[in-house]
């Protein structure tokens, strides 16, 4: 893997854990760290040694409390569309990942910091976690895909309300909204993600990136049937569904790599 200046990595046991490293700036997503977070995803994904990837940020503060306000400055309305664009590129690459990817929230997650968690497919949070979307502060809005990802995540009343008050969820509230997975201490995150997804690595990975694809897929309409349906079928034309009945006719636990 790529060494990165604002990320540590390390890959055990399967799974890549992505730290976001500017704890002094609140691990503040400036664009060179976007960046890096696209290009070690991308690197994560395509390694055979990677089965799941946890995104997290360093310090007992911060998973990432936005994007990095400086680079605001002087932007004209290009630049500002092009900067939501290299953002939200990134983003959706992480909601496509075929490989698990939880966001381990271990602080702040304001603004650009709020749409990273959203972005991955699932979010475990330490007890002093806190959401948002300040952006209306600044006299902005959720670019990185926060607007879209913040409704379909808590409904459109309460996901308007964090938008338009610029307000903090705590970690328990991120939860009762369904935000969030599970709340649990600062130094049982990382242990609870591992176990999640302990649990999700022994499935099929076929089958997992079938299932992200399918549930990317939700509309609200018919399409999203219809994505379910090509992915049920494709499902049909892998080695491991062969593994998968085999196993349970044979009484027998799956190997699937
Ligand atoms: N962009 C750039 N720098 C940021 C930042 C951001 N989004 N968030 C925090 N920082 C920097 C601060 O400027 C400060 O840097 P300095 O030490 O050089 O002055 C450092 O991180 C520590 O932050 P500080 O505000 O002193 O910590 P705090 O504990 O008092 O408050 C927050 C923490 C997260 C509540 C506060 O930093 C904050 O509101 N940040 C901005 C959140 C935001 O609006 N995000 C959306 C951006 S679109």
């Known amino acids: 893997m790529t060494a990165f200046q604002n990320l540590k990595i390390n890959i055990e046991n399967g799974i890549c854990i992505i730290t976001i490293n500017r704890p002094d700036k609140m691990n503040a997503l400036n664009r060179e760290t976007v960046k890096e977070i696209g290009m070690a995803v991308e690197e994560a994904i395509d390694d055979k040694n990677v089965k799941s990837i946890i995104i997290t940020g360093e310090g007992p ?69 806190k959401f948002g979307q300040p952006e209306v502060n600044l006299g902005l809005i959720p670019g990185y895909g926060g607007t879209q990802r913040l409704i379909r995540n808590i409904g459109r009343g309460k996901g308007l309300e964090l938008m338009m008050t610029a307000g903090m969820l705590t970690a328990q509230e991120a939860m009762e909204l369904g935000l969030v997975n599970y709340v649990v201490t600062q130094e049982m995150l990382i242990p609870r993600c591992v176990e999640l997804l302990n649990i999700i690595h022994g499935k099929s990975p076929f089958a997992i990136g079938a299932a992200i ?29 062969k593994e998968g009945i085999s196993a349970f006719l044979e009484k027998r636990k799956p190997q699937f790599n």
Do not use: W
């Open 213 to 241: 694809r399918a549930a990317n897929g939700y509309t609200g309409t018919q399409e999203g049937f219809e994505v379910e349906l090509t992915e049920f079928g494709k499902c049909f034309a892998s080695e491991e569904i």
């Open 61 to 129: 503060k911060a998973f990432a409390a936005g994007a990095d306000i400086k680079e605001f400055m002087g932007l004209n309305k290009e630049q500002g569309m092009a900067m939501a664009k290299a953002g939200q590129d990134v983003f959706q690459n992480i909601e496509n990942s075929s490989k698990p990817v939880i966001a381990a929230v271990n602080g702040f997650a304001l603004g650009g910091g709020c749409e990273l968690a959203m972005a991955c497919h699932l979010r475990i949070a330490s007890e002093n976690a």
